[in-house]
């Protein structure tokens, strides 16, 4: 008896590519912000912005060298991602350019230079790490082999800023690395490699995680060495929180890691520890960090706060921020005021970065506003569909984690900026400015649409086997 | 792995929904409470955004609005001669927000107002920027500058009506301030603010409209008409059993006269020389309740609005007697706005019909279309024409005989009454007076013009000269003056 290693009769069916969906929404991801870049240009100074079509050809430009690759390399890509991704970081651009415009900000800053050119190089960069990604990246299971590689390198990028002469203290969170005279927020990046650490980790102990434990008051507790990453993880979050002011990383990297700890286990349990951690992690910081408590003042009522906070304290201005953030919401309206004559500008400081935000929901208004958040949701469902469809437990625990983090990060800042819990300063991927942000979630998109293409792709076709003979079709 | 999948892809939907849910409540539901809120400073910056309308009199605009470049407010505004004409424009300062005019028609002035509604949505069409209307303004420019230059650095306010019609001919205060000096915000305007808010003089006070001031003898037209009206008089030549010295009644007090020959004086002669114990005794013998009445017909005890609030004159209703016959001279609790005293002058002026003063003619949508035409309006009728008659007869009587000669006018045609007044107030009188003066021109076309003029604490001048006739009665000439002449 021949070893039959083949039997499979039927071809595999090639499976739809979606390129040229891609490609087509792609068209309007470049288009629209191009209208919105006109749009400004003609509500500011009545006329076509000279900048317009080295913008649209810019633009334009990365979203094809982006297209091409993924049809080269990641053909069975999602078709969504990359074009979600180009419209957001477009039109963050072009929020950036009208910011760039007012002479408000102008006016404040005695040397002021415009953000936006260098957002646009930052953008290319980002661009060009997602090609590398996709170039370099054949298969995401090569991430697995630098599991314990990666912890170490995150935890050196998250203390980094904390290295004396090379962390920058920056309006009082440490956050930032200066080196060459660039300042880089380790922390962005730190996020997706914790992302691969988690799910390398997990994957190995979940087993042991999710089975080797006692029942404890309806809860399963795993025992205590199961435990020690969890807690670890958690204090570690909180030393960065406590010595980096930096509320919003440690809250997104310890719900992360709950998050896929949970995916890993399948143990509800986990959620449960996780959410009585983390409140009793904030009830301790949110009562003894003056930082956070002026955040948390600021959040309960900042026009109330505004007139108790002694003037000058970080208090008053904290809770001044706040209520500018607000009232740039609140003039907005529904349809709000047309991009490019809105007064955002009078929030001042990091108008463009943290609270970019608030000039969307200025000028675009809730319609505006709703399609953000609509657009990261759909990330986040493309993200989540990615997990869902791929076949090998690491690829599952990735792509969750980093649509997870994406979650996490939007909704600490939407809701940060919107006043539905406190401020943290974080950026809005892709929308804010900054070289750090856009570049790492550009390269968290890479890695999802890598994922996403080994999840859709059709199995290799098997090799003809010799021994085998193709069934024949009897028709009647 | 693919059921808490699932369940974390719910929740993250339920984050996404947690902000779509909270973006509705802050931009639609608190939407109006946030835009309208004082913090916000976006309500300013619209109102400078643009070139601001202007306020008009005699069809020249004395506003004037300058493009600054300033990224937060664009324009500031300007004034014409501010000083002069700051009691009837108000300010419109970008960091002291407004008053008076400004602040009233702001609607019309930013063009934010619903009745410019059309205005702005065809200049959103033509592209054309949006530009706020006019205010047209009864004032007439050289009766407003004869009260401004005969007022110089003494302190006080003028006051003119047209009689026929209630419109505000002049309103000058002094010592004013010009609202170009504080109409912007930065150092300099602040300098200038807080320098005239912590002025002694209070420079910032609308003394023509907002101030009160005790009006002793010019009352006594009040008194009179009261008297007439109530028929305790019914002769004005007709000696007046009136004793001398007069004691005020519940009092051992006697009443000073600073004039002679006002025992038993007629209702005519006690007004010429100005005799308190005869006005005294006639507020006593009309009584308090006809004396209320009488004063509140020609408006006190009542804000007016022109539309600018004025403060309410008082003719105190809860007096005794004594009390009584002393505010019916204009001392006591008496006390009046300028403005006041010149609707009391315009209606006797006007045989008897007090029409209700305003200073805002028309406004005018940004390409001079008419929004509002203002008409007069009859306020009410304090006196029948015959006392009015009568009472004009006795104003004219102290002008060519008595203490008001310096109106006199001498034109032909024209009949000058008026009434001096010299208000002693203070800790028993301690104070320098205030000398007013009333008085009105009448033509055979009726009176074109009632002023009232107050000049307080006049330095330089001694006690003695204080007085309506030598002080004020030369303003309320050459305000009168400047009106006839424009008439002609």
Redo the contacts between chains.
């Keep these: 008896m021949s070893v039959v290693t083949n039997t499979t009769t039927i071809g595999a069916i090639e499976a739809p590519s979606r390129r040229n969906t891609e490609l087509a929404l792609l068209a309007f991801a470049v288009v629209i912000p191009v209208f919105a870049y006109l749009n400004v240009g003609l509500a500011i100074d ?1 006329k076509v912005p000279a900048g317009m079509l080295g913008y649209g050809l810019g633009l334009g430009l990365l979203a094809g060298v982006a297209h091409l690759v993924v049809r080269k390399f990641a053909p069975y890509a999602d078709p969504l991602l990359l074009p979600l991704a180009t419209l957001l970081n477009g039109m963050g651009l072009v929020l950036i350019w009208r910011l760039d415009q ?3 900000i ?2 404040r800053y005695k040397t002021f230079t415009p953000d936006a050119p260098s957002q646009m190089l930052y953008s290319a960069i980002a661009v060009a790490m997602f090609v590398g990604v996709l170039l370099v990246l054949k298969d995401h299971r090569v991430l697995q082999r630098y599991t314990y590689i990666s912890m170490v390198a995150a935890l050196v990028l998250l203390l980094l800023p904390l290295v004396p002469g090379l962390g920058a203290d920056v309006f009082g969170a440490k956050i930032w690395i200066s080196v060459a005279g660039f300042s880089i927020q380790p922390g962005e990046f730190a996020k997706i490699i914790l992302a691969v650490f988690f799910s390398g980790y997990l994957m190995v102990k979940r087993d042991a995680l999710a089975l080797a434990s006692r029942r404890f008051m309806g809860l399963y507790l795993p025992r205590g060495r199961d435990l020690g990453p969890i807690l670890t993880i958690w204090a570690v979050s909180l030393l960065i929180l406590v010595f980096e002011n930096d509320l919003g990383t440690s809250l997104l990297f310890f719900g992360m890691f709950v ?1 896929m700890l ?3 286990t ?1 143990r509800t349990s986990w959620v449960v520890m996780g959410l009585l951690m983390s409140t009793a992690g904030a009830v301790v910081v949110g009562s003894t960090a003056g930082h956070v408590k002026s955040r948390v003042a600021a959040w309960l009522d900042p ?1 109330e706060c ?1 007139k108790t906070a002694p003037e000058g304290s970080n208090m008053a201005a904290a809770c001044d921020q706040m ?1 500018q953030v ?2 740039s ?6 349809l709000g005021t047309g991009l490019g004559q809105g ?1 955002s500008d ?1 929030i001042g400081f990091a108008a463009n970065s943290d609270f970019i935000f608030a000039t969307v ?1 200025e000028e675009l ?2 319609a505006g ?2 399609v953000f ?2 657009l ?2 759909l990330i ?2 493309r993200g ?1 569909r990615t ?2 469809a791929a076949r090998d ?1 690491f690829g ?2 990735l792509a ?1 984690g980093l ?2 983090a994406f ?2 990060q ?2 600490v800042v ?2 940060g900026v ?3 819990i406190p401020l943290t300063g974080m950026t809005m991927p892709f929308l804010a400015y900054g070289g750090s942000s856009v570049i790492a979630n550009w390269a968290l998109i890479g890695i999802l649409i890598r994922i996403s293409d080994t999840a859709r792709r059709p199995a290799p076709a098997p090799a003809p086997s010799p021994d085998a003979e193709m069934t024949q079709v009897v028709r009647p | ?9 719910i ?3 339920l ?2 929904l ?3 849910l ?3 409540w ?3 539901v ?6 309208a ?1 004082p ?4 309500v300013t ?1 619209e109102r400078y955004a643009n070139e601001r309308g202007n306020i008009i009199v005699d069809g020249k605009p004395i506003t004037g609005s300058v493009d600054s470049q300033d ?2 407010y664009r324009f500031k505004r300007t004034y014409f001669d501010g000083p002069m004409w700051a009691p009837v424009t108000g300010y419109a300062s970008q960091a002291y927000d407004a008053n008076q005019i400004e602040k009233i028609e702001d609607g019309i002035l930013t063009g934010n107002d619903d009745r410019l509604f059309f205005d702005r949505t065809l200049s959103m069409f033509t ?1 054309d920027k949006r530009k706020g209307g006019n205010v047209v303004t009864t004032l007439s420019g050289a009766a407003q500058k004869a009260a401004f230059d005969g007022l110089g650095d003494k302190t006080g306010a003028v006051v003119a009506i047209e009689p026929k019609t209630g419109k505000i001919l002049a309103l000058a205060s002094t010592p004013s301030y010009d609202p170009s000096s504080f109409a912007g915000y930065s150092a300099k305007d602040e300098k200038a603010w807080i320098a005239l808010e912590n002025d002694k003089n209070k420079p910032k006070q609308n003394r023509a409209l907002r101030e009160i001031y005790p009006p002793g003898s010019v009352f006594k037209v009040v008194t009179a008409a009261a008297a007439l009206e109530s028929g305790k008089v019914t002769d004005i030549d007709a000696p007046t059993d009136t004793p001398e010295p007069y004691k005020i009644p519940l009092s051992t007090k006697p009443m000073i006269n600073h004039a002679s020959g006002c025992e038993n004086a007629s209702l005519n002669q006690a007004l010429e020389v100005s005799c308190n114990s005869v006005f005294a005794k006639l507020g006593d013998d009309v009584g308090r309740d006809k004396m209320v009445e009488t004063a509140e017909k020609f408006g006190f005890n009542a804000e007016q609005f022109t539309p600018v609030r004025s403060a309410a004159s008082v003719y105190d209703k809860k007096s005794d007697r004594g009390g009584n016959a002393l505010s019916s001279i204009g001392q006591f609790n008496t006390a009046t706005t300028p403005l006041q005293m010149a609707m009391v002058t315009a209606a006797i002026a006007n045989d008897g019909k007090l029409m209700k003063p305003y200073m805002i003619d028309k406004l005018e949508s940004p390409n001079v279309d008419v929004i509002k035409q203002n008409e007069p309006e009859e306020m009410s009728r304090p006196v029948s024409a015959e006392t009015a008659q009568k009472l004009q007869q006795m104003m004219e009587n102290v002008v060519s005989n008595g203490t008001g000669g310096k109106a006199d006018l001498n034109m032909d045609g024209v009949k000058v009454g008026g009434k001096t007044g010299t208000a002693q107030h203070g800790e028993k009188n301690a104070k320098r007076p205030y000398a007013w003066f009333i008085s009105y021109a009448k033509t055979d076309q009726g009176s074109p013009v009632a002023v009232a003029v107050i000049v307080e604490d006049s330095a330089g001048t001694d006690r003695e000269d204080i007085s309506g006739g030598g002080l004020a009665a030369p303003i309320a000439k050459a305000v009168m003056k400047a009106v006839l002449k424009t008439r002609s």
């Design positions: 009545g007012s002479p408000r102008i006016s998050i949970y995916v890993a399948e026009f505004l209520t607000l009232m919401f609140g003039s907005g309206g529904i007064n009078l929901g208004g809730l506003v709703m958040l609509l990261y949701g986040i469902e989540v997990a869902l437990p599952k625990l969750m649509s997870g979650a996490l939007v909704f939407a809701g919107m006043g539905l | 792995m693919n059921k808490p999948l699932r369940r974390v892809a929740f993250c939907g984050l996404v947690a902000l779509l909270r973006d509705n802050i931009q639609y608190r939407a109006d409470e946030l835009n809120h913090k916000n400073r976006r910056i990224p937060y592209g």
